[in-house]
């Protein structure tokens, strides 16, 4: 079935076509929720309230785009609105405050899993791991998310700054603890 069939099956009110909508698109969604949600549990009330929206829109649909694009913008603008904007500029931040001294060089360990960089994004401050995924994953510019979260441009610049910093030394750490537990390995043999 093609894009546009299942969205005319799905405004016909074609239950069969918004079941194939969900299961479609729904997979790749919950990974944008998952980068955005502190855990699974929100992600999943995310992904269920942008599907909700991505329904009550879906006469708006033109056509002019892909309709992965169109959901996924959906999603992410979700994910966002699910943080309060007062909390995301006032935010404590639970990062010790000698991290940001050290800037450490690190190519990065090419056994690196996705699902630990995920976790390392994950543990991110909200106003960091938000303006990181919007800005490295995402590809918006600081002035679109400024705009998206009422922010300052700087401010942007700034929580990217300091979350690429964050994330250099959290993948250093893991560096340096998987050379430990390879040498012991290979002591132990």
Wanted: proline share 3%; charged share 30%; glycine share 8%.
């Amino acid at each position: 079935m093609t894009e546009q069939e299942l969205v005319k099956g799905c405004l016909s009110g074609r239950q069969k076509c918004q079941e194939e909508l969900f299961r479609r698109y729904s997979g790749k969604m919950f990974g944008v929720c998952l980068r955005y949600a502190r855990h699974r549990m929100e992600a999943e009330d995310v992904l269920q309230d942008a599907f909700v929206k991505v329904f009550e829109h879906l006469p708006q649909f033109a056509f002019k785009g892909s309709l992965e694009g169109w959901i996924r913008k959906i999603v992410v603008n979700t994910a966002i609105k699910t943080f309060d904007r007062k909390h995301f500029t006032h935010e404590q931040i639970g990062i010790d405050p000698g991290w940001d001294a050290i800037a450490p060089d690190t190519p990065g360990d090419a056994s690196l899993l996705e699902k630990d960089l995920l976790l390392i994004i994950n543990r991110l401050p909200d106003g960091y791991r938000l303006v990181f995924n919007l800005f490295a994953i995402e590809g918006y510019g600081h002035q679109e998310i400024s705009e998206m979260l009422g922010i300052q441009e700087s401010t942007s610049r700034s929580q990217l700054v300091k979350a690429r910093k964050y994330l250099q030394e959290q993948l250093a750490l893991l560096e340096k603890e998987e050379t430990i537990g390879k040498e012991k390995f290979q002591a132990g043999a």
